[in-house]
């Protein structure tokens, strides 16, 4: 037999490996392990629930703030006022064409507003009621 080949010693380590089995079955109840298995087979199994409520719930809360909340923000935050202004196609103008368009609009800016222009909070209660009836014919 050559010292290498591992087998020297295996009587030694099964003679070792049977005191280490003889103590730890010394040590172990067997009457108190069969008896805490047959309990555990007779207790109901205990299911995870696949979906939890209260995580999905807490997720449509969120998605309903935030909505609730955007479309709070679309009605309170003012929108710029849309103006009267014609838009023209430029590229075609000449030079000229393009000088009276100038014009035209810096005369449009430097010109006060129109008193007719003014909106209803000018007017009169009886005013308004007279309008409001020509409006629904």
Request: negative net charge; proline residues 4%.
């Amino acid at each position: 037999m050559n010292e290498n080949d591992g087998t020297m010693h295996d009587g030694k380590l099964h003679e070792l490996a049977g005191k280490i089995g003889e103590r730890a079955a010394a040590r172990l109840d067997v009457e108190a392990t069969a008896q805490a298995v047959v309990r555990r087979l007779r207790e109901p199994a205990v299911v995870a629930p696949r979906w939890n409520w209260r995580g999905a719930l807490r997720i449509a809360a969120v998605v309903a703030v935030l909505a609730g909340s955007g479309l709070l923000a679309s009605r309170l935050i003012p929108r710029p006022a849309a103006t009267d202004v014609a838009l023209i196609d430029l590229v075609d103008l000449t030079a000229d064409d393009l000088q009276d368009v100038l014009a035209t609009f810096e005369e449009t800016l430097a010109a006060p507003a129109a008193d007719n222009d003014a909106g209803f909070e000018g007017l009169t209660e009886q005013q308004l009621r007279e309008l409001l009836r020509n409006l629904e014919g």
